[in-house]
């Protein structure tokens, strides 16, 4: 196999590690290899109906919205703001843009010419004729529309005035308009933030104009979780639980737990004074499609339950054998998608 048909496969392998697929096809892992078979690897786990999708390199592999959360944006926008003509600012290779060109005529904006280019065949193959395309330092750009999204380069920053360009100054110069402008997921929630989640690890932290109250949108089910962020302060009792349910981190990040505990109809308990545990009496429907981690669960004294993960990522044949290997951990499963998301549950022996 050459390296563009080895990058294609690797999604079917069930391997996440790049290095480790091509060992064990014995094929030598030189770099080009290699950086084709993670890029194709990276995009293939963010998109479902968007193949093929097209990306420049490892970082925008990495930095491109994954479609599930994307689409949750664009329909909180549409079904907000409405209009026909969004303004995607950072557009990157088009996660965000597609996403909205469900819903309007975009113009998408970025200075990166690799990233203009993939963006111009993700919106060909995706978009028709809703999107076009835009070489700009957005800084400089004096463009309008009903309504603008942005997406600027966070890679570390913890401060939206150093993100790339400040999300700052793009919420200053669009201020009057109906807008979305991603920040940093270390933002404290406040009025006028959104939170996008799905399952895992993503997260997408929103500042925006169009609501006050808010606070979290589960992507997966589009449940909206109103009301702003207060931590719960309901003791548990440790004989009462029998099943664990591990958030969304994004969920959690934003001090939500208590809402999504409302949701699910479970107890919120805080341990140590800082880890929010939903637990509850009753079995959860499991599926063990999407096992993502397995974690070990203790009983210290009287307190609630704590809970250390041992954060392995895993596929069914994975979690067999660590059936067998780790007999004395809890394995933690992940509810079919459709469920809440990062609704992730074991059950104690
Ligand atoms: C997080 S990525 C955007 C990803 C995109 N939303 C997607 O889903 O594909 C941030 C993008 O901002 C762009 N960018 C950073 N500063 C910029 C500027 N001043 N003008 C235009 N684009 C900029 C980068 O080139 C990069 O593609």
Redesign the pocket.
């Known amino acids: 196999m050459n390296p563009p048909e080895l990058a294609a496969a690797l999604p079917y392998s069930g391997c996440d590690n790049p290095r480790e697929f091509l060992k064990r096809l014995e094929v030598r892992s030189d770099p080009i290899s290699l950086a084709l078979v993670e890029i194709h690897g990276r995009v293939a786990r963010k998109v479902q109906e968007w193949k093929p999708f097209v990306c420049p390199d490892i970082r925008?592999a990495r930095?491109?919205?994954r479609e599930i959360v994307?689409k949750a944006k664009a329909d909180f926008l549409a079904e907000r703001a409405g209009g026909s003509e969004a303004l995607d600012?950072?557009?990157?290779?088009?996660?965000?843009?597609l996403a909205l060109a469900e819903h309007y005529d975009v113009k998408a904006?970025?200075?990166?010419v690799p990233?203009i280019e993939a963006l111009k065949i993700n919106a060909r193959l995706h978009a028709g004729h809703a999107v076009e395309v835009i070489e700009?330092?957005?800084?400089e750009a004096e463009l309008d529309a009903d309504v603008v999204h942005a997406?600027?380069?966070?890679s570390g920053a913890k401060d939206p005035k150093r993100t790339?360009?400040p999300a700052t100054e793009l919420r200053d110069m669009f201020s009057e308009v109906p807008h979305m402008i991603e920040v940093p997921p270390a933002v404290k929630p406040r009025p006028g933030t959104v939170v996008f989640s799905a399952t895992g690890e993503v997260r997408s932290v929103c500042w925006t104009n169009l609501t006050e109250k808010v606070a979290a949108v589960i992507a997966e089910t589009s449940a909206v979780l109103e009301g702003l962020p207060r931590k719960p302060t309901e003791a548990l009792e440790p004989e009462e639980v029998r099943y664990v349910i591990e958030q969304d981190p994004a969920v959690r990040k934003a001090n939500l737990s208590w809402k999504l505990a409302e949701e699910l109809n479970v107890h919120p308990t805080v341990v140590a004074g800082e880890e929010t545990v939903l637990a509850s009496e009753d079995p959860p429907d499991l599926t063990v499609d999407h096992v993502i981690r397995v974690v070990e669960v203790g009983e210290e004294g009287d307190g609630p339950p704590t809970i250390r993960s041992l954060g392995v990522k895993l596929n069914p044949r994975r979690l067999a054998e660590l059936r067998k290997t780790y007999k004395e951990y809890d394995i933690v499963y992940v509810t079919k998608a459709g469920v809440l998301a990062g609704k992730v549950i074991y059950e104690r022996e």
Do not use: I, K, Q, Y
């Open positions: 925008a930095e491109f919205t994307a600012l950072c557009a990157g290779p088009g996660g965000d843009t904006v970025d200075r990166e990233r700009l330092d957005v800084m997406d600027p380069g966070r790339e360009p």
